[in-house]
């Protein structure tokens, strides 16, 4: 996405159709998660912040939605990441395959759990 928002909206408003439903799909899972989190856009992407921190970046690209950061976890998380797993923090989900929301909702979790710690 080479345009730069202000807001998350104006982000989702300027996605082409059917990548425009995924990610108002993957915000309304972030959202459930931490309705309390605040939507900025940093680094040109959406994010969403909780207590001046961010939970979870996300972007959509020509061929995948990106979530970062995701930080490596046990060796079970690492197993349900692993095909989605690109580079250290990263995490691609192709368009080509079906957005596994469930899985998304693991990561976000995972985020919150590290941010609550002291």
């Known amino acids: ?5 202000n807001t998350v909206d104006a982000y989702v408003a300027a996605l082409p159709d059917g990548v425009q439903e ?3 799909a993957l915000r309304e899972t972030i959202l459930k998660l ?3 989190a605040e ?3 940093r680094y040109d992407m959406p994010a969403w912040r909780l207590n001046s921190t961010t939970v979870i970046h996300a ?3 020509k ?3 990106g979530l970062y950061p995701v930080y490596r976890g046990d060796a079970d998380f690492e197993f349900a990441i692993g095909p ?3 580079k250290k923090d990263t995490v691609k989900f ?3 395959r079906p957005m596994p929301f469930e899985l998304v909702e693991r990561i976000v979790r995972v985020r919150l759990e590290l941010d609550a710690r002291p």
């Not at 996405?1 to 928002?5: D, G, I, Q, V, Y």
């Open 59 to 61: 972007a959509a690209w």
């Open 22 to 24: 995924i990610f108002a």
């Open 94 to 96: 192709p368009y080509k």
């Open 1 to 5: 996405m080479p345009a730069k928002f």
């Open 84 to 86: 989605f797993r690109d």
């Open 63 to 65: 061929s995948h939605i």
């Open 39 to 41: 939507e900025v856009i």
């Open 34 to 36: 931490a309705p309390a």
